[in-house]
């Protein structure tokens, strides 16, 4: 590795100069290498090497060899620490030998920090990561491949002699988020994350039935008995970790789409090529990325030996940049916001990986080091020979002041504690020690400790917590509402949470239920939202209308979850007989509008017919509302539809085409095309008509919008002129295109000759070269053949590659390309891109393999080529030119499609917010060599179809019976799972190896630059 990089800086500066060679530098020093240059310290050294602001103190707990590489952390009430370790990790056990991997108890903590005391609970384990003890010690759930398992220590010994099956089993396609951050909530839940990649069919005790199904990260809660589970929010990339606040908001650490996020039960958040509820997305509280798109484990300060600035924070996790991050929100009424973190923990040793964080009943902060040389997981190959497995720490943070004396608080086994002893805990200023506590006294007690709850719960932390002990035991309507009305608003937050967990309300609860969104306190307000979307009820339609009325804007939490349960309250089915005699205002229809996208069939397109008939609703809802009916309404409701918004759009021409426009997306989104023959159509076919009929003042948005409805329509008296703009140069692309679809759809025979022309015409665009390439094969004819080889012949590189990339997919194709390159008519060059080979070889013929591999043995290995084309454009980057908001322009042109920067872009690959910590050469190789670190989670996957084609995407998600994929362009595309014969998951990245061709070196080096400071 040091002779490369020694090389590497001669090469460079032989060529650029040390000046520039010094700039350069400068951004590789920013970067923190994927893997540490440095060897393996001591736990010792390590810890000489922490950076801390002034007065915290950071002690060992634990280190190699009592445990391996830590993953989660978890108190139990005797104020013992259990730690999942792992010496399989990254690859799970295999079923001929037993798996290595541990739960261990940590206790007894010296003055030093150290654990005096360290006990194997568990062992031969695969991958544990979530773990949560319960009750007095003696048992825990853990994660282990592939079940959610109680593990119990029966005869006191302190080791584990039983285990069951509580839930399963989960994929673990993808081991490095799986099952985590298991948090007893105070309702008597467990709380927990479902991983990155992982599509889970999980039963109850690993038997039975499907009962909830996951794909990918999602966060989810279960009994502790094994006899329910449910999801609990939707989406996220990878979480990890979780934690709740004195309000019990719900948090959890995120990879790649936000680093931390605030949970509303029943949202959606954004994922890699997943849609939302109808909604949108849940809110974000920070729009930083941390400098990386790897975080893991979370913890919420709220206790009392940290001074004040350091409490009500939330602590992060970085394992990319070797960072703990202090996130202090700012709050905008119940909704927090983190604008800018601060580095909290900085640690000089590069191997620092903190993965989990939990506040200690002591007031510590206790932190799992991953200690690895090697960044996260999918960054550097599994199979590195570096990658640790036997190292990992466990660290404790203190403040000692001035008088450089550790503030912790004794730890008390609350096991032995009295009901008495246990009741005055609920107020104490550490939210760990108050959570056990409240456990404890539901366990041990039951209804015995409401006495002494009403006797000395009287603080509102203590009277809060009450309120679950209430709720636990069944006894939640013994208290009283006008107390409850007169108390701390945080005692009303717990009630209004409590309530939402009780299947059965009075009439009085209800009443006040409603009351409650007339607070002048923002978490009561929100509160009273989310247990209303848990128990909609016809009779708070009105309620939720005024409240979201008067929500602040900027309050995004209160106005989502708000539109939740006002959107779970329309879905009941009975919402769909008061619409009849509804009598909604001007200001409650905008909010109906906004939620209605939202529903499922059939209330969706009931409701959305019925906005779109009032005739006070505001035209800017109208397409909305006409995409969905378009989508999922029929023919009589889509004519009702459009007899009553075409009068009102009749005299605004941006109305109308955003009317229609809407429209037609709907139609394409069912994947089917429109009855010519029904009604509705007419006012789509008579717009396109006059447009096409008298184009000369018909803007480029206009023509093209005339030429769906012509393609959805086949409107086959419109040939001529759709011909005509198709072989008109001085159009636009964008009509010429749509042109080239309408014809396919209306005159076969036209189209198939004029697309014929067009890919061997050297002067026409590429795209749409590669267009007419596609309906060709779409509608493959045997004499077609020699066009194609024409085109190859003639065509640039870029457009040889798409054009092979066509062929090689398609049987009849797949052969003329052969025959191309064994002919000399093509270069075999172009089986150097191995999206291309592998498609070749994915054909079942007879010599087939060997023609190809004939071909390919007369080239020289295709790394050479790029690992040249790589050496030259890092030697040609200046720092000094290299602008990088040109090359934002770059990323928007070649990269937006399927990558996120902050808010730009699509969420179908990883986002790059934090890339540029990848430094210069590695993201000089990731986007010229994308196949050479394909992270195994965005592979192509290859789908063999029934009719003898082949095609490649990226795997997003499953609708239905459909799989939906993405292709090279970011583009979905659907494939009916009755017409699979065969699909496998390739080594290679979905993303195009042909970046060197089609990004000139001045746009590289800017792309390089605008990426370089993305940290």
Not at 944 to 955: A, E, Q, V
């Amino acid at each position: 590795m040091h002779r490369r990089l020694l090389l590497f800086a001669w090469l460079v500066t032989s060529v650029i100069g040390m000046e520039t060679w010094v700039l350069w530098q400068n951004f590789a020093a920013r970067a923190q290498p994927l893997i540490a240059p440095t060897e393996a310290l001591t736990p010792e050294q390590e810890q000489q090497r922490f950076r801390l602001p002034p007065g915290f103190l950071i002690q060992l707990v634990a280190s190699e060899p009592q445990i391996q590489k830590p993953i989660n952390l978890a108190f139990d009430a005797r104020g013992r620490l259990w730690v999942t370790h792992s010496v399989e990790y990254p690859f799970p056990a295999s079923d001929d030998r037993p798996a290595r991997d541990a739960v261990s108890i940590l206790e007894d903590f010296g003055p030093d920090g150290r654990a005096r005391k360290i006990t194997r609970f568990a062992e031969g384990l695969n991958i544990p990561i979530g773990v949560l003890p319960l009750g007095d010690g003696h048992e825990a759930i853990v994660w282990s491949i592939p079940h959610i398992w109680k593990l119990r220590d029966t005869d006191g010994d302190g080791l584990a002699d039983q285990r069951e099956v509580l839930y399963g089993p989960f994929e673990y396609v993808d081991t490095h988020g799986n099952q985590n951050g298991f948090r007893l909530g105070l309702d008597g839940w467990v709380y927990a994350c479902h991983g990155f990649r992982n599509h889970s069919r999980v039963r109850l005790r690993g038997q039975g039935p499907v009962v909830v199904e996951m794909q990918s990260g999602h966060t989810y809660r279960f009994r502790t008995d094994g006899s329910a589970i449910q999801v609990w929010t939707f989406g996220q990339v990878n979480p990890f970790g979780m934690c709740f606040d004195r309000w019990l908001n719900q948090y959890t650490a995120d990879c790649h789409s936000r680093p931390i996020m605030m949970l509303l039960p029943g949202a959606y958040y954004e994922s890699f090529g997943k849609p939302h509820d109808g909604l949108g997305f849940g809110p974000e509280m920070t729009r930083h990325s941390h400098g990386s798109t790897g975080i893991a484990g979370i913890a919420y300060y709220d206790a009392e030996q940290f001074p004040p600035p350091y409490r009500d924070c939330f602590y992060v996790g970085n394992p990319v940049t070797g960072v703990v991050h202090r996130d202090a929100p700012v709050w905008r009424g119940s909704s927090p916001w983190v604008e800018q973190p601060e580095d909290f923990i900085r640690c000089d040793d590069l191997w620092f990986r903190p993965v989990d964080i939990q506040l200690g009943p002591d007031g510590a902060l206790y932190i799992a080091d991953f200690y690895n040389c090697i960044i996260g997981h999918y960054e550097v190959d599994l199979r590195h020979p570096r990658r640790d497995r036997f190292r990992g720490r466990i660290w404790r943070v203190v403040y000692v002041g001035q008088e450089n004396q550790p503030q912790v608080t004794p730890i008390r086994d609350l096991t032995r504690l009295s009901c008495e002893e246990l009741v005055e805990l609920l107020g104490d200023s550490n939210q760990t020690v108050r959570m056990l506590a409240t456990h404890q006294l539901v366990e041990r007690f039951g209804e015995k400790a409401l006495p002494v709850l009403q006797q000395q719960a009287k603080t509102p932390l203590r009277q809060a917590h009450a309120v679950w002990v209430y709720l636990r035991c069944g006894k939640l309507n013994q208290l009283a509402l006008d107390k409850i009305s007169d108390a701390d608003p945080l005692v009303q937050v717990h009630y209004l949470r409590a309530l939402a967990r009780q299947e059965q309300w009075s009439a009085e609860q209800r009443s006040w239920l409603a009351r409650c969104w007339q607070s002048p306190h923002a978490m009561v307000r929100r509160a009273a939202a989310e247990t209303a979307s848990l128990h909609p009820d016809l009779a708070l339609v009105s309620p939720l209308l005024a409240a979201l009325q008067q929500a602040p804007p900027d309050d995004v939490q209160l106005v989502h979850m708000l539109r939740i349960a006002l959107r779970n309250h329309l879905q009941l089915p009975d919402s769909l007989t008061v619409l009849p005699s509804a009598k909604f205002t001007a200001d409650e229809l905008p909010w109906l509008a906004d939620v209605a996208p939202g529903l499922k069939q059939p209330n969706g397109s009931v409701w959305a017919l019925y906005l779109l008939e009032q005739a006070h609703l505001a035209p800017a809802h109208i397409p909305n509302l006409l995409r969905q009916l378009s989508q999922y309404g029929n023919d009589d409701q889509l004519q009702r539809a459009v007899s009553a918004v075409r009068p009102r759009v009749g005299n605004e021409p941006a109305l109308a085409q955003a009317a229609l426009l809407a429209l037609a997306d709907g139609q394409r989104l069912r994947r089917a095309y429109p009855d010519p023959k029904a009604s509705w159509t007419a006012w789509p076919a008579n717009y396109a008509r006059q447009i096409l009929v008298q184009p000369s003042a018909a803007t480029t948005d206009q023509r093209v919008l005339a030429l769906q409805w012509a393609e959805l329509l086949a409107l086959r008296d419109a040939v001529s002129v759709i011909a005509g703009w198709l072989g008109d140069r001085q159009q636009p692309l964008a009509v010429r295109d749509w042109a080239l679809r309408a014809l396919w759809r209306t005159d076969a025979a036209a189209a198939r000759k004029a697309s014929l022309a067009i890919i061997v015409s050297g002067d026409e665009p590429t795209s749409l070269r590669r267009l007419a390439g596609e309906y060709l094969l779409r509608n493959w004819r045997d004499e077609d053949a020699a066009a194609f080889v024409a085109a190859l012949q003639n065509a640039p590189a870029d457009l040889q590659t798409r054009l092979a990339d066509l062929l090689s997919g398609h049987p009849r194709g797949a052969e003329v390309l052969v025959q191309a390159m064994e002919s000399g008519k093509a270069s075999p060059r172009l089986l150097q891109n191995l999206l291309i080979r592998q498609r070749l070889e994915s054909f079942d013929k007879p010599q087939w393999r060997q023609r190809v591999e004939q071909l390919a043995r007369q080239l020289p290995p295709a790394s050479d080529a790029v690992a040249a084309m790589i050496r030259q454009r890092l030697q040609s980057f200046d720092p000094h030119r290299a602008d990088p908001s040109r090359g934002r322009i770059v990323f928007q042109k070649h990269c937006s499609n399927c990558h996120r920067v902050g808010n730009e872009g699509a969420n179908i690959g990883p986002k790059l917010d934090g890339i540029g910590s990848r430094g210069l050469e590695r993201l000089a190789e990731d986007v010229l060599d994308p196949n050479r670190n394909v992270d195994e989670a965005y592979r192509l996957t290859v789908v063999l179809l029934r009719d003898g084609r082949s095609l490649s995407g990226l795997k997003l998600r499953q609708e239905g019976q459909q799989l939906i994929f993405a292709d090279q362009q970011g583009k979905e595309f659907a494939v009916a799972q009755a017409d699979i014969e065969k699909m496998q998951t390739s080594p290679l990245s979905p993303m195009p190896a042909n970046f060197g061709e089609t990004i000139p070196a001045g746009e590289f080096a800017d792309l390089l630059a605008f990426l370089l400071s993305l940290r």
